[in-house]
């Protein structure tokens, strides 16, 4: 089978085997050989192998310095790391290359938007998961954190308070990356919880306790670990 044929199906590792034996059999062709490793960068930024891909795709652009499919690719590897800076670096210079490619017009601006939102308030880094993480590692991320940060496990007033900050974060996360839709948001650069992104859109929050965390006042945690 062809490796495009393999890439297609998703079959990155077999594609990428078949490219690496390609350089090994024509290792003095250049141009075919800066293709196996554009295509060999693709295929593991595409299978989310993010250190392979980055090392890979660097040495592809080294290569091929004005390939913006090089740079795409390791863009996204970039964001999967969550390195946005880099990663919009990259999707700016393809860019500038390919001004006319919608896919590099609405990378830079995810890029952009998860580099503010990496600035605020990140649900990822809150449970301590990869970006990629499925929903029972979300799930079972939350459990673990809830139980730790629960205000009731403090004594003090300072610490009950501080643990009530992280806790009501740590709902919210679970809430957030739990639900497909504000997920997409969140995967987006947006964040779903945000009064001014709920603004006419209809969308209203139910949290897993009694509190809505964009309130003020007393409340009394009631949640459960579901």
């Given amino acids: 089978m062809a490796e495009r044929e393999l890439i297609g199906e998703q079959r990155y590792e077999e594609a990428i085997e078949k490219y690496e034996a390609s350089i090994k059999t024509e290792p003095l062709v250049e141009v075919y050989s800066k293709r196996a490793k554009e295509r060999i960068c693709h295929c ?8 392979e891909a980055i090392s890979v795709c660097t040495e592809a652009h080294r290569r091929d310095p004005q390939n913006p499919l090089i740079l795409q690719d ?22 500038e290359m390919d001004e006319e490619n919608e896919e590099l017009k609405e990378g830079l601006e995810r890029a952009q938007k998860l580099l503010k939102q990496s600035k605020k308030r990140d649900y ?15 799930i079972k991320a939350y ?5 730790q940060w629960h205000p009731d496990n403090f004594q003090s007033e300072d610490e009950k308070r501080e643990a009530e900050k992280k806790f009501i974060d740590i709902a919210a996360a679970k ?13 987006a650069g947006e964040d779903p919880l945000d009064p001014e992104n709920q603004q006419g859109s209809g969308h209203h929050q139910h949290w897993p306790f009694e509190f809505n965390p964009f309130g003020s006042g007393n409340f009394q945690f009631k949640f459960h670990y579901n």
Avoid at 74 to 95: G, S
Avoid at 143 to 147: C, E, S, T
Avoid at 176 to 187: A, G, I, W, Y
């Fill in 44 to 51: 593991f930024s595409k299978s989310q192998r993010t250190e």
């Fill in 74 to 95: 390791r863009a996204e590897a970039f964001i999967i790391n969550e390195e946005y800076e880099k990663a919009v670096e990259d999707f700016q210079l393809a860019k």
């Fill in 175 to 187: 809430e957030v990356l739990t639900d497909p839709e504000m997920r997409q948001k969140v995967d």
């Fill in 143 to 147: 459990r673990k954190l809830a139980q």
């Fill in 124 to 138: 990822y880094k809150i449970l301590g998961v990869k970006r990629n993480a499925n929903k029972q590692e979300v």
